[in-house]
């Protein structure tokens, strides 16, 4: 199961957050987004756990608590699938017709 994290500190580094979500049970796979020219977290990342009951447990106690004094997010994290934020569609704007 994907979970969503956000609100989260800019000093948090993966490993630490693989540590924390590793108390809840197997960690498949975790990301921390980072902005592609500073390199520098943007707040969220996605940890994927191997066992949903497990990576629920960590939703219901991690949700709204404080990381590093910040209130974190964490919920499911909701697949937007291949076209989201890919365009496509009619923006308006200006018509050849």
Same mark, same amino acid.
């Given at each position: ?34 902005? @592609? ?7 969220? *990342?996605?940890?994927?756990? /191997? %066992?949903? $009951? &497990?990576? =629920?447990?960590?939703? @219901? ?7 590093? *004094?910040?209130?974190?997010? /964490? %919920?499911? $994290? &909701?697949? =937007? ?11 308006? *704007?200006?018509?050849?017709?």
């Amino acid at each position: 199961m994907k979970v969503f994290i956000g609100g989260l500190p800019l000093e948090v580094s993966e490993a630490e957050l693989n540590a924390v979500f590793g108390d809840f049970g197997p960690v498949k796979s975790l990301r921390i987004v980072k902005d @592609r020219e500073t390199k520098e977290s943007r707040g969220f *990342g996605f940890v994927e756990m /191997v %066992n949903e $009951a &497990e990576a =629920k447990e960590a939703i @219901r106690c991690m949700n709204g608590q404080s990381y590093y *004094g910040k209130r974190i997010t /964490v %919920n499911i $994290a &909701e697949d =937007k699938g291949p076209g989201f934020g890919g365009g496509g569609g009619n923006r308006g *704007g200006f018509s050849r017709n």
